[in-house]
């Protein structure tokens, strides 16, 4: 009899150890739950705040091409008008 509470006992306490084992993936896996959901929320953010920079890069983007071609036409024009005084100013030059 004592054998067999012996042996009772043995399975007892392998069952409460599968348990615990059990209990402990358990608990391992919401800890890693939790951690996934942590960095996907963290990703989110940094994905919207770059979304946000982009916008705000374009937007500026945009004005710098706007700029850029505001001056490229007055920088031309002045070219332009610069080739006209000095073509106007060569027949002079060349009669003296």
């Given at each position: 009899?004592?054998?067999?509470?012996?042996?009772?006992?043995?399975?007892?306490?392998?069952?409460?150890?599968?348990?615990?084992?059990?209990?402990?993936?358990?608990?391992?896996?919401?800890?890693?739950?939790?951690?996934?959901?942590?960095?996907?929320?963290?990703?989110?953010?940094?994905?919207?705040?770059?979304?946000?920079e982009?916008?705000?890069?374009?937007?500026?983007?945009?004005?710098?091409?706007?700029?850029?071609?505001?001056?490229g036409?007055?920088?031309?024009?002045?070219?332009?008008?610069?080739?006209?005084?000095?073509?106007?100013?060569?027949?002079?030059?060349?009669?003296?």
């Amino acid at each position: 009899m004592a054998a067999t509470l012996e042996e009772a006992l043995q399975r007892l306490d392998a069952a409460v150890g599968l348990i615990e084992a059990a209990v402990a993936r358990r608990l391992d896996a919401e800890r890693r739950r939790g951690d996934l959901e942590t960095e996907l929320q963290i990703m989110q953010d940094d994905r919207a705040r770059l979304a946000m920079e982009l916008d705000a890069s374009a937007e500026r983007l945009a004005r710098m091409e706007a700029v850029a071609r505001d001056l490229g036409g007055r920088v031309g024009r002045a070219a332009g008008t610069i080739r006209e005084v000095l073509a106007r100013a060569e027949p002079a030059d060349g009669r003296d």
